[in-house]
């Protein structure tokens, strides 16, 4: 069974910054597609950045600049490292991996999320 194990979330101050990480574990042949997306209190989830297995970004427009996903292909892992925080980056942040872990079988997975809160 496939699990996105997430970490980094917390607290900071507006201007700082945070890594969100995280790790797909199991059986896996391939992930063609992984990256996070957020949801504020009272609001949709929404992308924030995804990257696919060639190495291929997309960022929301509210973060590019700021944000940069990377991927450790060897590790099955994926970050976030998030810059010149706002308040309105304050969401639950969540891992999403679209995968393979048969040849041919294909999933889509979501981590259990992490809280990112940004004081002013």
């Known amino acids: 069974q496939v699990q996105l194990v997430e970490s980094g979330g917390g607290l900071v101050q507006a201007g700082g910054s945070l890594r969100l990480s995280c790790a797909a574990s199991?059986?896996?042949?391939?992930?063609?597609?992984i990256g996070w997306y957020r949801q504020a209190p009272g609001k949709q989830r929404e992308l924030v950045a995804t990257?696919?297995?060639?190495?291929?970004?997309n960022y929301a427009d509210s973060v590019k600049g700021r944000f940069t996903i990377s991927r450790a292909n060897a590790k099955n892992t994926v970050y976030l490292q998030m810059n010149s925080l706002k308040p309105e980056d304050t969401a639950v942040y969540y891992c999403?991996?679209?995968?393979?872990?048969?040849?041919?079988?294909?999933?889509?997975?979501w981590g259990q999320g992490t809280l990112v809160t940004v004081s002013s």
């Open positions: 999403n991996a679209k995968l393979q872990d048969l040849p041919g079988r294909y999933l889509e997975l």
């Open positions: 990257i696919t297995s060639t190495g291929s970004t």
């Open positions: 199991g059986s896996i042949f391939s992930i063609n597609a």
